[in-house]
């Protein structure tokens, strides 16, 4: 267990440094492609949902006068290298690696859209619900939703016995 923790911990560190940051990251334009992915696929859950929004900006949405602002923060891409540092950093193969941190960004996605898009809807309801939607709601949410997800991974993929030296 314990150099699986060394490997999660070089990894976060790794991934985060490569793409994260936006004064360092050399690999930073995924984060601003997966912002511009997000607010398109919004726009289009917005409409199919019913959801009463005016793209205002190029990543914004005016909600009964609440501007609901989506930035590089709010894509989901953090979350998703949550998770991926977790993945790789078990003992597991290759390709169960990339099948599953292929499975891994599709499901963070998708999670990650409806959560927008259940801060949206509370928004709709009262403004004053933002907070409660966004930063518990939301945020746990995710967190909870990637914990879960790496918990079926692990369980779906074959353990190797280095995790237990």
């Known amino acids: 267990m314990y150099h699986y923790a060394k490997r999660y911990v070089l990894w976060?560190?790794?991934l985060f440094s490569l793409f994260y940051f936006q004064y360092f990251s050399p690999l930073f334009v995924f984060v601003h492609l997966q912002t511009w992915l997000t607010v398109?696929?919004?726009e289009t859950l917005f409409e199919l949902l019913r959801i009463p929004s005016v793209p205002d900006h190029i990543a914004s949405f005016s909600i009964h006068g609440f501007r609901l602002?989506?930035?590089d923060a709010c894509n989901g891409f953090g979350f998703y290298l949550l998770l991926a540092s977790a993945i790789l950093a078990y003992n597991a193969s290759l390709a169960e690696k990339t099948l599953?941190?292929?499975l891994g960004y599709l499901f963070v996605v998708l999670a990650n859209l409806l959560r927008l898009s259940l801060i949206a809807y509370m928004v709709s309801i009262d403004?004053?619900?933002f907070h409660l939607s966004h930063d518990f709601?939301?945020?746990y949410g995710m967190l909870f939703s990637v914990f879960v997800l790496y918990y079926i991974f692990i369980k779906a993929v074959t353990i190797g016995r280095k995790d237990f030296e």
Do not use: H, M, N, Q
Request: no cysteine.
């Open 100 to 102: 599953w941190l292929a």
């Open 127 to 129: 403004p004053r619900l």
């Open 40 to 42: 398109e696929s919004l």
């Open 69 to 71: 602002v989506i930035d």
């Open 12 to 14: 976060i560190f790794l």
């Open 137 to 139: 709601i939301g945020r």
